[in-house]
DNA sequence: TGATTTAATTTGAAATTCAAAAAAAATAAT
DNA sequence: ATTATTTTTTTTGAATTTCAAATTAAATCA
C-alpha cells in the first residue's frame, strides 16, 4: 500500500485544454483569443480549435461589439468570448441551523433567484434533511417561475467534516447520526448531480470565482459567524487537509492552559473572539446585571465603556496573533477576511491587522495583503453554487470528449 | 498582471509520462513495468514505450533476478526496474556557520563519498563563498577519487531566505550582501548545473526521496537545530509560500508578549525551545553561579533536577503548542521530527507527542502520525543533494525530448 | 506436452497540440 | 479609392503522445 498514492492522481488532476481555456475565460469575465493564448500558453491555432467547440456545444459564445469602434487601433480587431450564462442553471444551498438558504445562479454566475426558508429544528434525520432542502429549493425556484428539473447542479453546504470527492459525511451538526453517505441519499430525491463541501471551503471556492480571490493562485480566507473557519487555495486548488474537516483555524491555540472552548479544549482562538467568548467575559465582569447581547457591548465599547473596550481589545490582539501564525506557516499572498456580519468590525479593523503585520516574520519582501469583503448573508450559498459552477463545467467538459465527433 | 497568474504555469508543471514514470521507479526503488502501470494510470503500452527509452539512454535498468525463483505464481515472471546509479554523480552541499559539509551521491542516491570543511568566518563575501564551496566539493572529490568534471548536477543548501525557481538569494546568514543572484556566481566556478534552496526545504526533499516521507505525498518535516525550521510538501511538491522563506515555524507565537527571541519579536516559539532560550533561562535560575551547556542541562534534568527539568517541561509543553497548531492549520497525513541532535530528545518525546494529539481537534478520523528520524549531521548535505538528484532528473528528460527520434 | 496464467510488446488508430502559412478585418498612407 | 500595414483568427499538415486490442513471451500446473 502507499506505492500507488505517490503520483496516481495527478494525471486525472491536470487539466485539459478544454478546461484550461475554460476557466481562464470563467476567471476574465471576458477575453479575446489571443489573450487566452498568452494566458495560458497554448497556442492560437490550439485555442481557436477549443473556442470553437466550447461555442459550438453553447458553453461560451463571441461577445458582439456594440460599441463598433474601440481604441482606435490597427489590425483585426479581437473579438471577445465570454461564458454563455445560459448553458446551465445551477443551485447554491447553505444549511445552517436556523435556515436554509438558496441561491440559483446562471452559468455565468449572475443571480436569477435567492431564498430563505427557516428551520424548526437544527438536527435532523438523513431523509428529512434531503427532502427539506428539496423543498427549499422547490420554494427558490417557483418564486423565480423556472422548473426545478432546469438545473444542471447543485451544490450543498453545510458545517461539519466531509469528503467532499465522495460527497460523504463524517460528522455535521446539521445530522442526527454520523458517517453518512449524503450525496447517495440526497441525489434520490434530486433530478441533477450534487456537490457537497464544508463551508469554509465553499466560501473560498466563492471568493476564488467571484470574490476578491479572483485571479489569486494562493490564498487565505476566514470568516467568522458562530466559530472561526478557514479556507485555504493553493495553486488554484482548495487545500482540504488530509482529514477532509477543513483548516481548524478557530482551534488553534494563543494560550497555553487557556480560556475555555465550547470544544471542551482550552486557549483556542475561538474562546477568545468568538460571540458566546466576549458575552462571557462581557457578563462575568458585568456582575451578573442582567445579560447584554453583542450588540449592546458593541455600542458601550463604542460609547467608550473602558470594560467593554477592554473586551474588544483582547479578542483583537489574540485573532492577531492567530493570523501571524497563519502568514507564519503559510506566507499567503492575500488574506481574504470574509464576512457577512458587521457585528464584527472590530476584529476587521486597521489596528488588528497592524498588529498581525507586526508579528510577522519581517523580511524584504512585503507582508500579504488582507482584503475585508463584507458579502451579505448569501456568501455561504453562493459558495455552494460556486461549487457546482466548477464541477457541472468540468464534467461538461469531460462528456464532450467522450461523445460524438 | 494577474491574469496570467491564474493557469499559465499548469502546464509546465504538469508532468509528462516519462518524468511520471521515472519517478514513480524512484519512489519505489525497485518495481516491474506492470506495477508502474497501476500506479500512474498510464497504460502498459505506454510504459514499455516509456521505459525502453529510459533504458535506451541509460537512465534506467532492468534487474536481472539473482535468485532463480520468487514466490511460486504462474504467469511470465515480472522484470524490475531501478534508477541507475552510474547514471549521474550528484552533490549536495550545506552551508552553515562553521563549516560546509558535502556529500557526492550516484544517481540512486548511495553514498559515494562524504566530507566537511571547517570555516574559519560565517559570514563571507559572495565570490568567496562560491570559492570555499568549490574547494570544499574538490576537496570531497578527491578523497573519493573522483573527477570533479564528473559530477553533473550540485545542489546547495543555506540558511536564510531565497527563490529556489531563479536560484536568487533575497538574505543570508552566510552573505554579506543582500539580493544576490547567487546562482549566476556560483555558475561561473561549477562545471554543472546548480540549484539552490532553503535549508528547511532541502530536508523536506531529503524526507521526501530518501527519509520517511516516501510514498506520502503531503506532510510537513520540523527541524531543530539553533532555530526550528519547517519544510511543507503538498501534494508531491514543496511548498513554499509567496515570499519564498519557507515556512517560519520557529516564529510563531505560541504567548501574547512573551518571550524575547532573537527576532527581536516576543512570544515566538523559538524563544522557548531554542538552545539559547534554555540556556538563558538556566543561567538565570541559575543565580549566575557559572555558566552551563546544554549538555549539562540535560544531565540535570535527567538526573532529577527539578529546575532542570521545568525548563524542559515549558520548553515541550510549548512545542507541543506549536505543533497542534500547524496540525489544525495543515492536518497533515504525517509529521516528521528530523533532528541530527539527541539533545532535543526532551521535544520529540512521546510526551510531547500525546500532547500535541490532546490539543489537535477531535475528529473520528485518527490524528497524524508522527515520526522522529535521527539523521546524522549529513542530513542536510543529503537534502541538497536530494533536490538536485530530482532537478538533474528533470533536465535529462527534457533533453530527451528535445534532441533526436 | 499442452493448458493456463501473467507480463511485456507490437501495431494501428485516435487525440492533442503546434508551427507555418493563409485568410480576415481593421487602420494608415498614398 | 487603392494599397500597405498591422493584428487577430483560421486552416493545414505534421509531430507527439497515448491507448485499446492483439500478439508474443515466459513462467507454472496438470
Not at 490597427?74 to 454563455?84: D, N
Not at 447581547?293 to 483583537?316: H, N, T
Amino acid at each position: 500500500m502507499g506505492k500507488s498514492s505517490r503520483l496516481s492522481h495527478s494525471d486525472v488532476q491536470r487539466e485539459s485544454g478544454k478546461q484550461q481555456v475554460m476557466d481562464t475565460i470563467r476567471a476574465a469575465g471576458s477575453i479575446a483569443r489571443i489573450d487566452i493564448s498568452t494566458a495560458t500558453r497554448v497556442s492560437p491555432a490550439t485555442v481557436t480549435a477549443i473556442t470553437a467547440e466550447l461555442i459550438d456545444v453553447g458553453l461560451i459564445s463571441e461577445i458582439v461589439p456594440d460599441t463598433p469602434r474601440q481604441d482606435a487601433k490597427r489590425g483585426r480587431p479581437r473579438v471577445a468570448l465570454k461564458i454563455r450564462g445560459d448553458a446551465h442553471r445551477i443551485a447554491g444551498i447553505k444549511v445552517s441551523h436556523r435556515v436554509i438558504s438558496v441561491v440559483v445562479l446562471d452559468f455565468e454566475g449572475n443571480n436569477i433567484v435567492d431564498h430563505e426558508m427557516p428551520l424548526t429544528q437544527g438536527r435532523m434525520p438523513v431523509d428529512d434533511l434531503c427532502k427539506t432542502i428539496m423543498t427549499a429549493l422547490g420554494q427558490a425556484c417557483d418564486k423565480a417561475g423556472i422548473d426545478v428539473g432546469t438545473i444542471s447542479g447543485m451544490g450543498v453546504g453545510m458545517a461539519g467534516m466531509m469528503d467532499a470527492k465522495r460527497n460523504f459525511v463524517y460528522w455535521s451538526s446539521s445530522l442526527d447520526e454520523r458517517n453518512v453517505d449524503f450525496g447517495a441519499h440526497l441525489s434520490r430525491h434530486a433530478p441533477c448531480p450534487i456537490f457537497i463541501d464544508n463551508d469554509a471551503n465553499l466560501v473560498a471556492k466563492a471568493e476564488h470565482l467571484f470574490g476578491k480571490g479572483r485571479n489569486v493562485s494562493d490564498f487565505v480566507v476566514i470568516t467568522i459567524e458562530h466559530g472561526v473557519g478557514m479556507g485555504i487555495v493553493i495553486d488554484n486548488k482548495i487545500y482540504r487537509g488530509t482529514r477532509g474537516c477543513g483548516a481548524e483555524f478557530g482551534h488553534t491555540k494563543v494560550q497555553l492552559e487557556g480560556a475555555l472552548c465550547q470544544c471542551g479544549q482550552r486557549g483556542c482562538l475561538e474562546a477568545y473572539v468568538g460571540d458566546y467568548a466576549l458575552l462571557r467575559e462581557a457578563n462575568i465582569t458585568n456582575g451578573g446585571a442582567g445579560h447584554r447581547d453583542l450588540g449592546q457591548l458593541v455600542d458601550a465599547a463604542k460609547g467608550g465603556d473602558q470594560m467593554a473596550r477592554s473586551i474588544f481589545d483582547r479578542a483583537g490582539r489574540m485573532f492577531a496573533m492567530g493570523l501571524a501564525n497563519v502568514v507564519n506557516i503559510f506566507d499567503p499572498k492575500l488574506i481574504i477576511l470574509s464576512g457577512a456580519r458587521l457585528s464584527f468590525d472590530y476584529l476587521y479593523s486597521d489596528q488588528v491587522i497592524e498588529e498581525m503585520r507586526r508579528w510577522v516574520v519581517q523580511i524584504d519582501a512585503p507582508p500579504p495583503k488582507v482584503r475585508v469583503h463584507n458579502w451579505g448573508d448569501l456568501m455561504w450559498a453562493k459558495g455552494a453554487a460556486a461549487y457546482a459552477i466548477e464541477e457541472v463545467s468540468a464534467l461538461a467538459i469531460r462528456e464532450l470528449a467522450t461523445s460524438d465527433t
